[in-house]
């Protein structure tokens, strides 16, 4: 890690991160995202009651997963043809599974033996049937303006348990849709919006100083230091100062945590089999399932997760087969590593999209489906949710949310509740108003809590 000895000038962010992106690359602009987890913004804090669970991994399937060919079986969809637009069935056969006898998708079969743990939420809705808007609105509860997401939000409210790793961390974020507003904190300081990690094998880049010993760049460090700390006691209301000195001190410590963290060749075989590691089409989300459990291991509050190209206007058997093939069994492993590591209870896993897919056939081919907010399906699985649970439904044809209604906000009061945060009161003074992650509504979905 290589540090300028201007840095104690620095007021503006920008430009402090252009003058140093290439002494500290991927360093300059994670550790500013997250600084020091048992000091300053990011200490561990007491939620607002008793908490079911201690961490989230958001695991975001970009592109709307078809529930109809999923998680939501309709078998009166197949034979209700007919009409201006052809209403289109089940391209996948659905089978019991579990002593609840969930009904789920063959597309799934690993995940399906899980059933028992999963709590189906067939009521979702959501405000648009746009890609960007929807994918916004569930990571930040606007389809409309820019607000710090969900993560940011959580992390603020509970801080972090990891010492020497950011509290937030995204893997292998899109950067399309929304792009880093999926992450980002807006007004909310900047110690709260996720930091990049990249599972595919680039790791991170400039973690480790090649042209300073750990002696002589901790001597360097103080130096710089001591001149930041001088800046800030002239001009304390600048808090991207605080944020720097913040910031240097995490990117220290990670110098050693994180290289550590990504290596996952020190994971048994055993393990890497289970997360599909190595399997044509799983390894890639079976890197990024291992390295969410290693993050959680760690105290790491929120890890967000993404797998592209569930956008299924046509090819939908083929394409879904082939996306549910790359998740299935990482999704699988990651449940059964946590339930075996007694960390199952405590996490809280939550799966889905930005909305669904609609019943009718987009194209006329009888193989694809176009966007639908107004009835999908997500799901969740520990940190005190109920398993073997199938809450909501949609109506006969899986058109629209007819019972257990979630919206983004109930989503996003509910996941705080798990991690006992009273989302009416989990808010942020900015321009004269109270902010809060569900805005002015949101209501706990409290039959799904164990």
């Excluded at 201006?84 to 019991?96: A, K």
Aim: aromatic share 8%; glycine share 14%; net charge neutral.
């Amino acid at each position: 890690m290589n540090t300028c000895s201007n840095t104690a000038l620095a007021l503006d962010r920008r430009s402090f991160l252009q003058r140093t992106a290439a002494g500290f690359g991927w360093l300059a602009f994670a550790a500013l995202n997250a600084p020091r987890a048992q000091a300053g913004p990011l200490a561990p804090k007491k939620p607002h009651f008793t908490a079911k669970a201690k961490r989230v991994i958001f695991l975001f399937m970009q592109g709307g997963p078809s529930h109809l060919d999923t998680f939501d079986w309709k078998p009166e969809l197949a034979s209700r043809k007919g009409g201006p637009h052809q209403l289109l069935g089940s391209v996948i056969d659905f089978h019991p599974h579990g002593q609840s006898g969930q009904m789920i998708s063959d597309v799934f079969p690993q995940l399906a033996t899980h059933a028992d743990e999963l709590c189906i939420l067939n009521g979702m809705q959501t405000k648009t049937n746009s890609h960007q808007q929807a994918t916004v609105a569930l990571h930040t509860g606007s389809e409309t303006f820019v607000r710090p997401s969900m993560g940011a939000w959580i992390t603020y409210g509970l801080g972090t348990l990891a010492e020497d790793l950011p509290g937030f961390v995204t893997i292998d974020p899109m950067h399309d849709q929304g792009g880093a507003m999926n992450y980002g904190s807006a007004f909310l300081p900047a110690a709260y919006q996720g930091s990049k990690l990249n599972a595919s094998g680039a790791g991170v880049p400039n973690v480790a100083n090649r042209t300073l010993l750990a002696g002589d760049q901790r001597r360097q460090l103080d130096f710089i230091q001591r001149l930041n700390g001088g800046l800030l006691a002239k001009q304390p209301r600048h808090p991207e100062i605080e944020g720097v000195i913040e910031s240097f001190e995490l990117a220290h410590r990670m110098q050693t945590s994180v290289p550590g963290v990504l290596d996952l060749s020190d994971e048994p075989e055993s393990v890497r089999r289970l997360y599909g590691i190595g399997e044509r089409g799983a390894g890639q989300f079976g890197s990024q399932c291992l390295l969410a459990r290693r993050l959680a291991e760690k105290g790491v509050r929120f890890i967000q997760l993404t797998h592209n190209g569930w956008d299924h206007h046509n090819n939908l058997r083929k394409g879904l087969s082939e996306r549910a093939a790359g998740i299935d069994q990482p999704i699988a492993g990651l449940l059964t590593d946590l339930k075996q590591r007694g960390m199952l209870d405590d996490t809280l896993i939550v799966w889905g999209g930005e909305f669904g897919r609609g019943p009718h056939d987009d194209k006329g081919n009888g193989d694809g489906r176009g966007h639908h907010g107004r009835g999908y399906t997500m799901w969740m699985a520990g940190g005190g949710t109920k398993g073997g649970l199938r809450f909501g439904a949609t109506d006969e044809t899986g058109d629209e949310a007819v019972e257990g209604k979630m919206d983004t906000q109930d989503l996003h009061a509910t996941i705080l509740h798990l991690l006992g945060l009273d989302h009416e009161a989990l808010t942020y003074n900015y321009a004269g108003r109270d902010f809060r992650l569900t805005n002015v509504s949101g209501k706990v979905a409290k039959a799904i809590l164990a």
